[in-house]
C-alpha cells in the first residue's frame, strides 16, 4: 500500500460519521444526475437518427384521419337520410288488416 491511500483512509472527514453520510449521498445524486443526462442524450441521438420506435404520441396522423373518417360517415348518414323517399320502417313487413294491404300494393 503505498502513503497516498494510507492518507485518504485516515482522513479527518472521512473518519466522521456525519460528513461520510453527506458525501455518500452528495455522490449518489451525482450519479443519478449524470444517469439522467446520459439516457436524455441516447433519447435525442436515437431521435436524430431516425432509428428505432420513435416516442408514443408523436404523430397526430392517425387521430386526424380518424376524426375525418368519423366526420365522412356522418355527412353520408345524413345525406342518404335526407335523399330516401321512404324509411325502412315506414311499411310494415306483415300488415295487419286489408286497408293496409291495399296502401302498399296501390303505391308501389
Known sequence: MD????RIETHPDLMNPDWQKH???DAWLGAKKE?????????K???ASGGGYS???TS???GIAA?????VLVVAAVTVNAVQERGVNETPWFPLDEA???????NA
Open 67 to 71: 376524426l375525418v373518417g368519423l366526420i
Open 35 to 43: 444517469l439522467k443526462k446520459k439516457r436524455r442524450k441516447q433519447q
Open 100 to 106: 293496409q294491404i291495399s296502401r302498399i300494393v296501390t
Open 60 to 62: 397526430r396522423w392517425p
Open 23 to 25: 458525501a455518500e449521498r
Open 45 to 47: 441521438a436515437a431521435a
Open 55 to 57: 416516442a408514443p404520441g
Open 3 to 6: 502513503e497516498e491511500d494510507r
